[in-house]
């Protein structure tokens, strides 16, 4: 891409405006000989990864030099947020080549006040914009965006808009004139885009490629009346994507339940399917897949496992020490119970795998049952639970105990005959561990009571309980300090002293790297109540819930609330975020 500025000049300035030294501009200037001339100035420099030397001390990307060069020639600078990017309407205000001829594209089309706003890669040459306003009657605001973007976007975003374009004209092809409703529901397969075609291929390609690059742990595909919504699970949170006409909808979800080797005739009860893939940067990704039959046709969920995120070490688990050290304890006992609780997206999965992990060692032998497997380990002995031929949880754990087992991992305590092998598995001298769903560590007590296990056999076997939440963190770009509210930390901590007050806390104020929320990732806050003498007396007298988190505070646990509150002190994340995904405290 030609412009009149170069990398060298670039560099040149940057050494101006102290942003890199003597040392590092001399250092630059050689390996620049060796970058991709093709790549646009920006990108060049980018591909230095050069640090800061002034007392910023960031590594100069391809954002902070776009930031640089829009405020050198005075253009207002714009990160583009493609989840923000109304795609059918950019691409409809020019063509991908006259976007391309002039290194541009457009982002935003505000109809209301008549104004197109358009990313520019040149900032010198802006002589399209005028000819550009004749022929949309609009007034056209450039900004500078990031060039390494821009190329990105204009291939995706037209390709994609040319995808749904052609599958639609091929639907069309199908269509047949349709007079009653009766007619309508027999011409329903008729209507509907062929799920192999080649523009449904490609729009199946973008939407998973679109939710790795976007950091998503969940896509989801929602049938309406006349279009078809997608959004991505980011962080915790649903964010809007894109809307496709509703037969191009369910074409796109029939290709996603042949990859996933579902039945695709089978639209009236719901379904649950697998695939693997690979992420743009050729890790590969496993993908559980499930359809739900609703008023508007099937709707579907994807969610997204990558195999890094569910091996972590436990120094990125967020765990506190003294919380990691007996967690550490518990998962080292010869025989027992130990259980993880909390809702469905509460980082479970991760915890467990990351134990699994660290108990994987040559002279141990761990079995597990699961439903689905998330993650295939090579250390693991992995079973997969089949309903249809008898195999549950409790029949997995049956045959799992005459393989000479070690460590049972039991994916979830669902029914009192699980529970029951599980107690039968802890007591013939084998370590158990397993998640079960409730809101917090005592809960899990008195649920396996409900679910038909008696006291006495329960204060034999179980170790400990762990709950766990997750929360967002705080964006390390934009978060600012403000004086604690003292209402706000008495609602966080109550009457508990244990973690002080601190003057200033940080709170969100969102930018350009956060898409505006404020957070960015998500951190584990955790509640441990391991099993003692005094909570076992408890137990057995059918203690109340109270009762058992009052004794295991005494025991020395830390409420999930508190332990959120050592995430506030540590400027992590926010009071409310954490009162937001942690239940209240009904001692």
């Not at 990398?7 to 040392?23: C, G, P, T, V």
């Not at 590092?24 to 646009?40: A, C, E, G």
């Not at 137990?539 to 025991?555: P, S």
């Amino acid at each position: 891409m030609s412009t009149s500025l170069s990398s060298f000049q670039l560099l040149d300035l940057l050494k101006k405006a102290n942003w890199i030294s003597e040392e590092q501009f001399q250092t630059s200037r050689i390996h620049l000989r060796q970058v991709n001339p093709k790549l646009h100035p920006i990108e060049q420099v980018a591909d230095l990864s050069l640090m800061r030397h002034d007392d910023h001390r960031t590594m100069i990307d391809e954002e902070l030099l776009t930031q640089f060069v829009a405020k050198l020639y005075k253009l207002p600078y714009e990160k583009i947020d493609p989840l923000k990017i109304d795609v059918d309407g950019v691409t409809r205000v020019m063509s991908m080549a006259y976007a391309q001829r002039h290194n541009i594209l457009v982002i935003h089309v505000d109809k209301q006040t008549e104004v197109v706003k358009v990313a520019v890669m040149n900032p010198e040459d802006l002589a399209w914009r005028e000819s550009l306003e004749q022929v949309l009657r609009m007034k056209i605001v450039p900004v500078m965006g990031n060039p390494a973007l821009i190329k990105r976007y204009q291939k995706e975003f037209y390709l994609l808009s040319a995808s749904v374009k052609g599958a639609n004209e091929v639907k069309l092809q199908k269509d047949n004139s349709v007079t009653n409703l009766e007619q309508l529901i027999e011409l329903k397969g008729a209507e509907e885009a062929d799920a192999n075609d080649q523009h449904i291929v490609q729009i199946v390609d973008w939407l998973l490629q679109y939710a790795f690059k976007e950091r998503a742990s969940d896509i989801h595909i929602e049938p309406r009346r006349e279009v078809g919504r997608i959004r991505f699970r980011i962080d915790g949170v649903l964010h809007p994507v894109y809307e496709l006409p509703i037969s191009i909808t369910h074409a796109v979800i029939s290709r996603l339940k042949i990859l996933g080797r579902m039945d695709l005739a089978e639209r009236r009860k719901p379904l649950d399917g697998r695939v693997k893939t690979k992420s743009p940067d050729g890790s590969e990704i496993e993908l559980r897949l499930s359809t739900l039959p609703t008023a508007f046709g099937e709707k579907f969920v994807g969610r997204i496992f990558d195999p890094t995120v569910l091996t972590r070490n436990f120094d990125e688990l967020g765990l506190e020490p003294e919380t990691e050290s007996t967690w550490r304890d518990l998962i080292s006992q010869p025989n027992g119970i130990v259980l993880l609780t909390g809702p469905t997206g509460s980082g479970k999965t991760t915890t467990l795998y990351t134990s699994l992990k660290l108990l994987a060692t040559p002279d141990v032998n761990i079995c597990t049952i699961e439903d689905p497997i998330e993650m295939v380990d090579p250390n693991l002995n992995q079973m997969q639970v089949h309903h249809d031929i008898g195999l549950d949880f409790a029949a997995g754990v049956r045959a799992l105990l005459r393989q000479d087992p070690d460590i049972i991992m039991i994916g979830e305590i669902r029914d009192k005959e699980t529970a029951q092998m599980a107690v039968q598995a802890a007591l013939t001298g084998h370590l158990v561990i397993s998640t079960l769903h409730t809101n917090d560590a005592p809960s899990a007590m008195t649920r396996l009571i409900e679910i038909g296990i008696e006291p006495y056999l329960l204060n034999a076997t179980m170790l400990g309980v762990m709950a766990q939440r997750l929360v967002r963190t705080l964006c390390k770009f934009c978060k600012q300090e403000k004086p604690t509210d003292p209402k706000a930390w008495e609602a966080l901590v109550g009457a508990n002293q244990k973690v002080p007050m601190p003057d200033k806390i940080f709170h969100p104020v969102g930018c350009d790297r956060c898409r505006h929320t404020g957070y960015q990732g998500r951190q584990g806050i955790y509640e441990l109540l391991k099993v003692t003498d005094d909570l076992k007396t408890l137990v057995y007298e059918n203690g109340e819930i109270r009762q058992l988190r009052r004794q295991g505070i005494k025991d020395g646990m830390n409420l999930l609330r508190v332990s959120g509150a050592y995430k506030v002190v540590a400027g992590m994340t926010t009071i409310e975020e954490v009162l937001r995904v942690a239940p209240r405290d009904t001692k």
